[in-house]
């Protein structure tokens, strides 16, 4: 298994003030990419939201796979904003994207 940081955008489609965003990366935390050294290296957060209400979900996946590490995060991130109680047409998501490959090895 290797360890996959994901990237997953996705557009707010109604109002998610900060008190949603906060819940939102709460709900996100388990699988932060804080947690691995590319993480910690890129100061990357788990929740971007932009001015436009267009957002990124960065996430820390362990997968067999690329391909298997994105459908994860995509799955992911839908379950955490379904937690929140926000639905595909409230915050539609786009394709999940591998951002960076985390490696012990030096």
């Not at 360890?3 to 699988?31: D, H, K, M, N, Q």
């Not at 990357?44 to 001015?51: P, S």
């Amino acid at each position: 298994m290797t360890t996959y940081v994901i990237s997953v955008p996705g557009t707010f489609t109604g109002t998610a003030g900060p008190r949603t965003r906060a819940e939102l990366a709460r709900a996100l935390r388990p699988a932060d990419p804080h947690r691995t050294r590319l993480g910690d290296e890129e100061d990357l957060d788990v929740l971007t939201v932009n001015d436009d209400d267009t957002f990124t979900v960065r996430l820390t996946v362990e997968a067999g796979s690329g391909p298997e590490a994105e459908r994860e995060a995509h799955r992911l991130a839908r379950s955490a904003l379904t937690a929140i109680g926000l639905d595909d047409g409230a915050a539609p998501l786009g394709p999940a994207v591998v951002t960076g490959i985390d490696s012990d090895e030096s």
